[in-house]
């Protein structure tokens, strides 16, 4: 039972990681644009840069940056389940 409870551990785990991780890649990104846009000479480049950003996640989210945050974030994380479940099985069949 400890075995089984080790593994739902670890794939809640990976689920949270890399659900979180791509939301803090993008908003990391966003972020620093938008400090860099206080910058003399950099306004209009973080302005495109930021408005690509927003449109390639608007694409993924049916018209909304949020919604295609999620779905990002929704498939990073289940994939990351995914590779959590091989690592378990390949640990167990090379135990």
């Known amino acids: 039972m400890t075995i089984m409870m080790n593994f739902l551990r670890s794939l809640v785990l990976s689920i949270i990681f890399s659900f979180v991780t791509p939301m803090l ?10 400090l860099a846009g206080y910058i003399p000479g950099l306004q209009e ?3 495109v840069v930021s408005s690509l950003i927003t449109e390639f996640l608007s694409v993924f989210g049916s018209g909304t940056p949020v ?6 974030c929704s498939t990073c994380s ?3 389940a995914l590779f959590d479940t091989y690592a ?3 640990y167990q069949m090379l135990r």
């Not at 919604?67 to 990002?72: A, T």
């Open 45 to 47: 480049v973080t302005e």
């Open 25 to 34: 890649l993008f908003g990391g990104v966003l972020f620093a644009l938008s």
């Open 88 to 90: 378990y099985y390949r």
């Open 67 to 72: 919604g295609g945050l999620f779905v990002i």
């Open 78 to 80: 289940f994939v990351g």
